[in-house]
Structures are given as C-alpha cells and as structure tokens.
C-alpha cells in the first residue's frame, strides 16, 4: 500500500508513455479541433520525438519522488500549497487548460499522498472540467473515480484508473500529433512539484530536499529545449521566457557525480554489478531563496 500515494501524485507521469498501436476508432471520433493557435498545425512546429519526450518524462520523476521526501521531514498537510478549483473560469485557452491540467493533477497526488479524501472530489472535478474542454475528458470514468475517492477505500483502484485514463490520452494526443498539449501538462506537474518541494524546504532545511531542488537544474534545461520549439506560439514564447529566467537563476548551482566502488547485486537470481556514483551538489541560501521565488512568480501566473 505505500506505493500508492506515490503513485497517484505522479499519475500524470505516464502521459509519456504511449504504445505504438493505432488508437480506437471510438476514442479518435470526436472534434479536436479546438479554435486556439496551440492547436494549428504549421509547418514552423515540429513534432517532438518520442525518445525526447521519453528522455523529459524519465528525468522529470525527480520532483515526484520529492513529494516522498516532504512527507518524510514530517511536514503536515498544507491545504494552502494548492492551486485553487475556483480559477478554472480565467483558464480560457487550451494552453492555460493544459497546463493547469498538470497542475491540479499533481495537487491530487499531494491530496492523496496525506489521504485527505474531502478535497479529492473537488479537484476531481475540476480536472474533469479541463480534460473536456480539451476534448479529452471521454477517457475518464469520473464517476467510478469519484465514488472510489469519497469513499476512501480501494485505493489501488483509483490509482489503476488514474494511470489507464491518462495512459489513452497521451496515446490519443500523440497519435493525433498533439505532443504540445502533452508537453504542457508534463511541465504544469513538474511546476507544482517544485512549488511544494521549495516551499517546505524555506520552513525544513533538509539537505536531501535542497539538493534534490538543485538537481532540477538538468530537468530545466530538457525543458527549456522542448519548450523551444513552439517559442512560435505567445503564450509558450511567455513559458519559455519564465523558465529561461529560472535557468539563469541555475547558473551559479553545481552538480558533480563522484564515481565509488562498484558492488554487486542479486536481481531475480543473477548477479548484476551496480555501479555507486553520487552527486555533489554546490548551492547558497541565496541561490535557493531566488529559485523558490521564481518559482513561486511562475506558478502564480499559471493558476492565476
């Protein structure tokens, strides 16, 4: 059972992992043609690879696993972290609909991480309300989810059907060459998770939680080359502007990976040598004040 948590506050990780295979007929039927310059196909937009989004979503389980982490300093549930259900009327473009998506999404982990069932419903709903309006909504069952979510049990249900819904909508927007709409919801949960982690690290001061903060760094810099390629578009152009900032902020921070002695591992009844490498990780209070800051700025302009 404590996989759970930590799977349902990185469900919307999977939106990288999409199979090969044709979708369905009956999930490809419906208008996805949404009237908002993210959408138009150009030939200035190129298609982001798998193996990038792959490589983005591999690398981005860092701050997932760092929710992990803020539960572990003992640090108690924070209903004011969360983004508010009450904004989704200002969210008037499929843009800021995704990226909020990714937002609320991983509010629902943090939710579920401290099983705090009376807000799951909410932001349950709240995240149906976006996924339609992207046209996305018809691989939800909400109504099982929200059953599963009031009543507080079955939790490995609701992690399933978490997971499978937003399996098919990755697999449907990629097949539909809407790897952009993808790419945002990725980002909007790494944005949140970040917020958290920098924010209980300004009340704990835990090295772990510090130095994975500072670990972004390589996560960052993925993301600002993927963002790049649809700096065509405002609003990514705006994004991509943020982050940019934000990695300038990242200059100053160093990792180094210190190689150990290799060991060896029984896996399954074979002996595997692992290699021990640990990082070094170099960041001031100063470095770790801006970067919360940044962070805090850009947030509030996603969910506000």
């Not at 508010?84 to 995704?98: E, G, P």
């Not at 449907?172 to 809407?178: E, F, S």
């Amino acid at each position: 059972m404590r996989k759970i948590s930590f799977l349902l506050i990185g469900f919307f990780i999977v939106l990288a992992f999409s199979c090969n295979n044709k979708p369905n007929p009956a999930e490809t039927n419906d208008d996805f043609d949404i009237p908002d310059s993210l959408l138009q196909e150009t030939d200035s937009v190129p298609e982001i690879s798998s193996k990038s989004m792959d490589d983005l979503v591999q690398n981005i389980s860092s701050p997932i696993e760092m929710a992990a982490l803020i539960k572990a300093t003992g640090s108690k549930f924070s209903p004011e972290l969360l983004a508010s259900t009450k904004n989704l009327d200002k969210y008037n473009t499929s843009f800021k609909k995704s990226l909020n998506l990714g937002i609320l999404g991983a509010d629902l982990g943090y939710l579920n991480l401290y099983s705090q069932n009376r807000f799951i419903v909410d932001y349950l709903t709240a995240i149906k309300s976006l996924a339609e309006d992207i046209k996305v909504g018809q691989f939800f069952d909400f109504k099982t989810l929200k059953e599963l979510a009031s009543s507080g049990e079955n939790l490995d249900s609701l992690t399933y059907l978490s997971v499978h819904s937003f399996n098919k909508i990755d697999k449907y927007l990629r097949d539909n060459h809407r790897s952009n709409i993808s790419v945002l919801i990725i980002v909007g949960v790494w944005i949140e998770g970040m917020y958290f982690t920098t924010q209980i690290n300004d009340q704990v001061k835990i090295k772990d939680i510090s130095d994975r903060i500072a670990e972004q760094k390589i996560i960052l810099n993925n993301i600002v080359l993927i963002l790049k390629n649809y700096k065509g578009d405002s609003e990514f152009q705006n994004l991509l502007n943020q982050l940019t900032k934000l990695k300038e902020i990242y200059e100053p921070v160093e990792i180094t990976y210190e190689v150990g002695e290799p060991k060896t591992v029984e896996q399954d009844g074979i002996l595997t040598v692992v290699q021990n490498e640990k990082s070094i990780i170099t960041i001031t209070e100063k470095d770790m004040e801006n970067i919360k800051n940044q962070i805090a700025e850009i947030r509030y302009n996603i969910v506000n």
